[in-house]
């Protein structure tokens, strides 16, 4: 294994040669057109895993000061239990545990009580849902009195002892303002508590959520996906 300035060359029998940026060079990759997606937002986040079908994630925060982009904080979370679906393939129903790759929008959060976002917050109740099945109601938030799979009942993620969803965002996958919705292809794909593989979000423990909302703005920009198809 070779080390460099932004990350590390390594080699294996299985995945022949292969190069990993380290996660203080996610946000430099930006200033220098090394990352497959660009930024263009006063913050860009990022979730990236070293391989398929890693679950463990590295999450960065990228802050453009003075026109540059600067590592405001940086954690670790988890994605789909799958690992990350190839760039372009949907991640699909929840049951197949993706997480789609690409770099997605951020317009709406949601929870139990509004921390202090710029972005539009959901305050969860009891008939709080988001939709699954093939409906109109697809891939969006909800309320009905109804409890029906694969429809999610985000006020039981809420308030379960894990809190899932106590604090969240919705990373705007399959579903405007950044592509019409596609039925089937993926839905309630979110930023979201409870630190452990998911059915396709990304995790974080509920601080560095809260932390992520008090700071993020409409339009702010979430990149994920395994380094090797973020990082040119």
């Known amino acids: 294994m070779q080390f460099y300035q932004f990350g590390k060359l390594s080699w294996s029998p299985w995945a022949g040669i292969g190069y990993s940026l380290y996660p203080s060079s996610y ?14 937002t006063s913050r860009v986040s990022f979730a990236v895993a070293e391989n398929y079908p890693s679950t463990r994630v590295s999450f960065v925060n990228c802050f453009r000061q003075n026109g540059r982009y600067v590592t405001e904080w940086s954690t670790s979370g988890f994605n789909g239990e799958s ?8 991640s699909g129903p929840t049951i197949n545990k ?9 317009t709406d959060s949601f929870g139990l009580s509004n921390p202090g976002t710029a972005l539009n917050y959901l305050t969860l109740n009891p008939y709080s849902r988001w939709g699954g099945r093939l409906n109109s109601n697809y891939n969006k938030y909800f ?6 799979f694969p429809d999610e009942n985000m006020w039981y993620y809420a308030t379960r002892r ?3 969803y106590r604090q969240g965002a919705v990373i705007n996958y399959n579903r405007p303002p950044d592509s019409p919705i596609t039925m089937n292809a993926g839905f309630a ?18 601080s560095d959520v809260v932390r992520y909302l008090r700071t993020a703005a409409p339009g702010d920009r979430l990149i994920m996906g395994v380094g090797s198809d973020v990082f040119l």
């Open 143 to 148: 309320e009905s009195s109804a409890d029906i």
């Open 98 to 106: 993706y997480s789609p790759t690409g770099s997605f929008t951020v």
């Open 27 to 40: 946000c430099e990759s930006l200033n220098r057109g090394t990352a497959r997606y660009p930024g263009g």
């Open 83 to 90: 690992g990350f679906a190839r760039p372009g393939v949907a």
């Open 162 to 164: 894990s809190g899932d």
């Open 189 to 206: 794909i979110f930023l979201h508590a409870n630190p452990v593989p998911t059915w396709g979000c990304i995790s974080l423990s509920e």
